[in-house]
């Protein structure tokens, strides 16, 4: 017998924790020209493999068969899976099918500049997207434009093709990213504890990027305004530095589109607006725009009729010219977008330290980010609350822990922390998160009331909203409160009969009228820690 495993045999890869390091590179203009001409053939394979893709699935999702597969009730899940991954095999829909599609797709002058590991990559990622629309979760994929092109290539291990390489000590400990012949200097930073740490690790792949640069004339950059940075996947942890202390307390979070509710256990309770700090800069950025808008028109009186309105472009019109002065001024508005989405990660990053500083277990709801984008675009926009919990899940993974999701089987109401603190002989309410399920035209909108006891006391102190418009417009009043300039109506509310409540007075208000809480209870009817009964919260 040969001592060849087979695939029952074979022990499974084990998933070691992965974390990236992002060093800049010193490139020349001679390698940045080489680097532009991989780069296209990339974009071009991409959309090669994209198209070939969106080809099998607009066949996939035209057979009979889909349609049969899409009727069977989600509860036969092996009935319903199976149908669909027979449809995906007999159109050659996966991701094994696709890298040997780009087999056939890598040929010619492509091949000169793309290796099959880096294609496989690039098919894979073609796949991912996809997928996204055969699961419904995309409407259409988005093919890479040449002034768009690509921004990443990567690749799938460090011993063939891009590759990082990194001296030993007595050779200077240098650093290289190797790519066909090209031989990139990485810019290493030996006091650095962060980078040291990094790469004393394992490399499992090295991820080339291009960033754009404010001009030319940026420090590092090439004549078309470029930067170009390497990330290395690195096997283990990602450095803790000693001025960030992890907490042992539990804390629930209650996230807006601009607002968020910290609710320790012990700790005060206080509501903080997500990038507080930050600075727009709306009139420079206005004024740009409308620049560009009149550069744009000066350089391209052909596609306006003779009332400024863009005419209706064909499959053969003529293309866009675009000015020296306009790719001048598209770059200082985009520094200035850059900046300002720089700077609002790194208020992100405050806020999460300080949160993790309290308690390593994090309680969050399960929220529809896009559906805030669609109703609060501008709001979501600017403070960006998904981006935050995705920071904060990822530094909770490096240290751990992962914010956990409530659930709750009810719609109307979510208790999401309720608990009792023992405050000597008495016990006082600590920190109750009430969020109320507010129905809208396009998203679920929680408006919650944060209820905290300060220290010594046993009276409760609803948090206000600091900045009007915030939380559904309440201006100074609580969240919750009647008293917000914008009406809303609790779901079937409006449903009330009318022999029980008057017109101008719905359900909503009658239930804010309960003044009935735990604490008002005898001590033998509730126990600290107790989660029996959901707390109601007294009028503002």
């Not at 981006?387 to 992962?402: E, K, N």
Request: charged share 25%; aromatic share 6%.
């Amino acid at each position: 017998m040969g001592t060849q495993q087979t695939k029952e045999n074979k022990h499974p890869k084990q998933q070691t924790p992965t974390f990236l390091l992002e060093l800049p590179l010193a490139v020349n203009q001679g390698q940045a020209c080489r680097l532009r001409a991989h780069f296209e053939a990339a974009r071009q394979l991409y959309n090669a493999i994209l198209s070939e893709g969106n080809r099998r699935l607009r066949q996939m999702r035209s057979d009979a068969a889909w349609q049969a597969a899409r009727a069977i009730p989600r509860t036969h899940k092996q009935e319903r899976a199976a149908a669909f991954s027979a449809l995906r095999q007999q159109y050659g829909f996966s991701e094994a099918a696709l890298h040997e599609a780009v087999k056939g797709l890598r040929v010619g002058w492509i091949a000169e500049h793309i290796e099959a590991v880096l294609a496989q990559t690039l098919a894979t990622r073609a796949y991912r997207a996809l997928n996204r629309v055969c699961l419904g979760q995309a409407r259409r994929v988005r093919f890479k434009s040449r002034g768009r092109g690509l921004s990443s290539i990567e690749n799938k291990r460090n011993d063939t093709g891009l590759r990082f390489v990194l001296q030993q000590p007595e050779e200077g400990k240098a650093g290289f990213l190797l790519w066909k012949d090209e031989q990139l200097a990485a810019l290493i930073d030996g006091k650095d504890p962060v980078v040291t740490h990094g790469l004393a690790q394992r490399i499992k792949y090295a991820r080339l990027i291009r960033r754009p640069a404010s001009s030319p004339r940026a420090q590092g950059a090439d004549v078309t305004s470029s930067r170009y940075f390497v990330q290395l996947a690195l096997e283990g942890t990602a450095y803790h530095k000693a001025k960030h202390p992890v907490g042992t307390d539990v804390v629930g979070l209650d996230v807006g589109p601009s607002t968020v509710a910290i609710v320790p256990r012990v700790a005060p309770a206080r509501l903080e607006v997500l990038a507080e700090q930050l600075a727009p800069q709306e009139k420079q950025i206005r004024r740009l725009q409308r620049q560009m808008d009149r550069q744009r028109r000066a350089a391209n009186l052909e596609h306006y009729d003779e009332q400024g309105r863009p005419k209706k472009r064909g499959k053969g019109s003529a293309p866009w010219k675009r000015s020296k002065g306009y790719e001048a001024t598209r770059r200082r508005k985009a520094s200035k977008e850059r900046m300002l989405a720089a700077h609002r990660k790194s208020l992100h990053g405050r806020m999460v330290h300080e949160i993790v500083r309290v308690g390593n277990t994090i309680f969050t709801e399960k929220l529809s980010y896009k559906g805030w984008q669609k109703r609060y675009g501008k709001s979501v926009g600017l403070r960006a609350p998904g981006m935050f919990i995705d920071q904060l899940r990822r530094t909770g993974a490096a240290h751990g822990r992962h914010p956990a999701r409530s659930s709750h089987p009810q719609h109307q109401t979510v208790t999401v922390l309720p608990w009792l603190r023992q405050d000597g002989e008495k016990a006082v309410v600590a920190a109750v998160s009430s969020v109320r399920l507010w129905r809208g035209a396009s998203a679920t909108r929680p408006l919650l009331r944060v209820s905290g006891g300060l220290p010594g006391s046993s009276r409760l102190h609803a948090l206000v909203c600091p900045v009007r418009a915030v939380l559904g417009r309440c201006g100074c009043a609580p969240a919750d409160s009647i008293r917000a300039s914008c009406s809303t109506r609790e779901r079937g509310a409006g449903l009330a009969p009318k022999l029980w409540y008057s017109q101008s007075r719905s359900a909503s208000v009658s239930k804010s009228e309960r003044t009935t809480t735990r604490a008002s209870f005898s001590a033998s009817a509730r126990q600290a820690g107790s989660v029996d009964r959901t707390l109601g919260t007294p009028r503002a």
